[in-house]
């Protein structure tokens, strides 16, 4: 199983970038599609997740600003308003039972002030 993210990039604080992430592979009996991120100095944190039936979770400080969408072995990011503590290396992860867990390559975000 890979997973490839991409959309990654420098955007001014209050803009706007799209993150994807496509699993391929041995994929089957999916249980969830993360989003985590590693900020400067801090630990990795979810920023987002989406289960397999569709139900969401979101970290309480993107609430409102971020949004996940699943389709198919497919997951996206949607981040609006970005603020310059969003600025990380983002990371997509593909949760299958078993547990079978798997993570993609991750990608930077950086958000100027």
């Known amino acids: 199983v890979q997973l490839q993210a991409s959309g990654g990039g420098l955007v001014q604080a209050g803009g706007s970038l799209r993150l994807s992430c496509t699993a391929s592979g041995s994929i089957f009996r999916v249980r969830a599609m993360n989003w985590y991120r590693q900020c400067p100095g801090k630990q990795r944190e979810l920023v987002a997740g989406i289960a397999a039936h569709g139900a969401t979770t979101y970290l309480p400080s993107v609430q409102g600003r971020f949004s996940i969408e699943k389709v198919e072995n497919s997951v996206s990011l949607q981040m609006n308003n970005l603020k310059p503590e969003d600025t990380g290396v983002y990371y997509c992860?593909?949760?299958?039972?078993?547990?079978?867990?798997?993570w993609g390559q991750g990608t930077l975000v950086t958000v100027s002030s």
């Open positions: 992860k593909l949760e299958m039972e078993g547990p079978r867990d798997y």
